[in-house]
């Protein structure tokens, strides 16, 4: 189970109380989607619940991007750990030692003509699991405002109306940092991909922000991208 290029398809939410997530970015062609996700949710699923039933890592999923062009990320993984010690274990992936299975015979990155992974870590959430995610990804002029500001304004604002939203985070990236790319993510679960459509469907004009809100300051160029996913799989200790 190797990684891919990050996000989004989403319908999760990291509803579980985590510090460090990765997101593995795949692309696989549509007559071998179905095998991958047979190999992944029949095979690697129970190796990750293993290693979370034994402390290794706190969360495994796997979701699918229901909408995008060719060229692009077709489904994701999402590792959550508690440590970065955790993270960077990949002698926790011991088919043979859990299933007694070489990992060659399950191997899935061999359908993959392309794949990409990122680092991330958890700044804030409102747990909750959803069946679909809006994954907001930004490259704020003032990160460190951006990200205060959605802990003390937007996390407040949520408490008091999550607005049809099953879960809410903010995650600051660690990895392949770049001029172009994002530095940081929010998510926004919903019950379905219906929901999670008609939440991307916001007034242009007419808007009022929550009281004190910098997220024009701090990011005036918006958002990079907002992409829907689609959850397959979500496991994590009580599941």
Do not use: C
Not at 190 to 200: G, K
């Amino acid at each position: 189970m190797k990684k891919l290029l990050l996000i989004l398809f989403l319908a999760f939410s990291f509803g579980v109380n985590a510090q460090y997530y990765t997101i593995t970015y795949i692309q696989v062609p549509y007559g071998d989607q179905a095998e991958v996700a047979r190999l992944e949710t029949k095979y690697w699923s129970k190796v990750a619940k293993a290693n979370i039933d034994s402390g290794k890592q706190l969360a495994w999923g796997l979701f699918a991007r229901p909408f995008g062009n060719s060229d692009q990320w077709t489904h994701a993984f999402v590792n959550v750990y508690e440590t970065l010690d955790q993270l960077t274990d990949n002698s926790i992936w011991n088919t043979e030692e859990i299933l007694g299975i070489s990992s060659e015979d399950i191997q899935t990155f061999s359908y993959y003509t392309g794949s990409g992974i990122n680092v991330w870590k958890i700044e804030d959430q409102i747990p909750g699991e959803g069946k679909a995610t809006v994954w907001n990804f930004a490259k704020p002029e003032n990160l460190a405002m951006f990200i205060d500001n959605n802990k003390k304004v937007w996390k407040k604002e949520f408490e008091k109306d999550m607005g049809g939203r099953t879960g809410w985070g903010i995650g600051k990236k660690l990895t392949t940092v770049s001029q172009s790319g994002s530095t940081v993510m929010t998510w926004d679960s919903f019950p379905s991909v219906a929901d999670a459509l008609d939440a991307l469907d916001y007034p242009l004009e007419g808007y009022d922000p929550p009281k004190g809100d910098m997220t024009g300051k701090a990011n005036p160029n918006g958002w990079l991208a907002q992409v829907i996913v689609q959850q397959v799989m979500w496991i994590t200790a009580t599941q």
